[in-house]
């Protein structure tokens, strides 16, 4: 009955790929694990960006384990009462809490259940948030997910209009408005094979056989092409990362294990990514950037897990190729000199001694370099002081998350957990965390995968924000993930500024709130909020130069809070 009705609430109202879409509410389904947003072929919920007319104008934007997704709440500043967020369901008196315990200053999070009683009274606390709109910090830049192979292939497994909800409900103003896309330059492990340019003939110095882009690339252009226009964007940045050289050109001559690049090809792997972005260039598709390799210590040290293609890089090898070979190659080139240069693509537990290190073995390696780029795979274990201290040395070079996945961890489940909420808080707590570290934005790994986290060639499986039914091919399920994400990506448009938003007492270990302010463009203020315990939370927003708002939020829910 639902599902009829948004059928023809959908045609009521003529939405196709571009149209309005103010009053598109998610199609909650419960699963297992919680609950996800259905869209099919005619319908998807989306969200048009709330204006913010009026100076005495509040709007807040939440999301809740019982239900809420982007639902809109609006009060003003001259109201005495506060701005209550309604949940979809009240609180079960007798529910045993699973306190999550954040804190900013470590990498571990605490899970565990307690009963709540441990860590608040039985009334409803207050906490208070300080926002200086005169403590400004790093500017947005990016936020974007990866067009990998093996998204390739699920979108042409679909009908063009669930092709077309995946692009909007990603890069449309109305959907989580995404500007950026990571491709692989060759294959990755989220393809049905490895693969790279010019595989044969082999000992070939000067690439001969790399004189046009692979179809499985062409395909991608056109996808791509289709998210331009149903995204409604005038700009895609794309950023490249190769996985592995062709093997001939590796010491081990293989896709994958202990290997690392030939000094004999250093100049020939340098003119591989020019020609890739050359080429890249000739189909309308130009590259913003690339990275210095995906994850290059899994050919060093991460063989022994580490199953899909990889190249082993030291970072005094990397700052001898960086220096003197894709450095130069692409500085020097007339067409592709302005695409920038990310070092690392790696965890953050190799920071900032790789760049130390790369200096070491060439003192002038790191000026090539306009970005740094981190993996997020194991920031739970290694907290954020690694991030500070590598900003600290290099303030002037964007810092880029450029791959996030859960359900990677022995101890994860492989795979998705559909409509898992406590997974969604993992990527808030995440983004929250890194964005309070001098963070630019978050390129998040695939943008869809199939029910069992794939496919791939060495059976991989993850989890991502959005899962495809590639069982009857006429659904589509946007996770907690994905609004998580979107609590940032969809409100923080480029150039909105980082400023100081603290919480009283937050070095309390056991605050179960976290906070991150951010001054937008035209001036307007986006608070972003997470409470993550199991009953509502008072909040006394206190602004340096409006006065207070008075919140109060439902249980284990986020909120962007947008004012002026």
Known sequence: MIQTWHCFLFALLSIGAGASSEQMPCDLRETSHGSVCVCNSTYCDY????????SNQIVVISSSKDGLRFQKTTGDFASQKPLVVQDKQSI?????????V??????????????????????????????????RFQKVSNFGGAFTGTVSYLLKQLPQELQDHVYKSYFHQDGIAYNTVRISIGGSDFDLEPWAYNEWPRNDLQLSNFTELDPRDLKKIEQLK????????????????????????KSNDRWTGFGQLKTEYYQTWALYHLKFLELMQAKNMPIWAISTGNEPLNGVIGFFFVHFMSMGWTPWQQAIWLNDNLGPTIRRSSTQSKVLIFGNDDQRYTYPSWFRKMRSSRNNSLSYLDGLAVHWYWDELVGPQLIDQAHSEMPEKLLLNTESCIGDKPWQTHGPELGSWQRGESYMRAYTQDMRHHFNGWLDWNLVLDEQGGPNYVNNFVDAPVIVNATNRQEIYKQPIFYAIGHFSKFLPADSV?????????SNPFTQLSVVGFQRPDGSVAVIIYNGQNLPVDVALNDSQRGMIGLRLPPRSWHTVLYK
């Open 47 to 54: 969200m048009e960006q709330p204006e913010i007319t009026d």
């Open 102 to 135: 954040v804190d900013q200053g470590r990498a571990w999070l605490q899970l565990a259940n307690i009963p709540q009683r441990l860590f608040i009274n039985s009334s409803v606390r207050t906490l208070r948030v300080f926002v200086n709109r005169e403590k």
């Open 92 to 100: 079960d008196e007798n529910f045993k809490a699973e306190a999550i």
């Open 226 to 249: 289709r998210l331009k226009i149903v995204g409604n964007l005038d700009e895609l940045k794309i950023m490249g990362a190769a996985w592995s050289a062709p093997p001939w050109m």
């Open 498 to 506: 980082r400023i100081e938003a603290k919480i009283e007492n937050e």
